[in-house]
């Protein structure tokens, strides 16, 4: 069993005990009814993640992906999945299986580490619906122009700190 999810799994054993000494079954079965209705809400886009996902590993050719973003694309790789994840759309559910699907094809840690920052940090689809009218132009274009200089630098390191992981 993964340790990612023990870990999990000892989470939830941990809140249901929580949950019980609160409120006994009352409160349990409150969290239950509620994490149903979360999983309703989603079980659709999380489908349509995985298998868009796993289409995408058969569709992308690997050749293409190691090319465009594998080990050997260097700085280009990073560039190129910062400026990608800044148009990768969709929750967790949607990204993260597309960004494992490139992963799998062949993408080294850099541009995997930007495409993650980037869909987080990035991504127009927050910036343009969330925050420019929450707070304006100001204050989320500065807070775009930071992160969008930081997503490189933290893959470039990133893919330096995973390199030197697989070396020990």
Do not use: H
Not at 25 to 51: D, H, N, P, V, Y
Not at 73 to 93: D, E, N, Q, R, V
Not at 112 to 120: G, K, P, S, Y
Not at 133 to 155: D, E, H, N, Q, S
């Amino acid at each position: 069993m993964e340790t990612t999810l023990i870990v999990q799994i000892a989470m939830v054993a941990l809140a249901m005990a929580l949950a019980f000494w609160r409120g006994r079954w009352r409160l349990i079965a409150s969290g239950l009814k509620r994490s149903t209705r979360t999983f309703q809400s989603l079980w659709l886009r999380i489908l349509l993640g995985f298998t868009l996902s796993g289409l995408l590993q058969d569709l992308l050719p690997r050749e293409f992906i190691a090319r465009m973003l594998g080990p050997a694309s260097g700085l280009k790789g990073i560039l190129l999945g910062s400026f990608a994840g800044i148009f990768l759309t969709g929750g967790p559910y949607v990204r993260m299986p597309i960004i494992a699907s490139m992963a799998s094809a062949g993408a080294a840690a850099g541009p995997v580490i930007a495409l993650v920052m980037a869909t987080q940090l990035i991504g127009l689809y927050p910036l343009v619906i969330w925050e420019i009218p929450f707070f304006g132009l100001k204050l989320p274009l500065a807070r775009f122009l930071v992160c969008l200089v930081i997503t490189p630098i933290v893959a470039v390191a990133g893919a330096a700190l995973f390199q030197l992981y697989n070396s020990v």
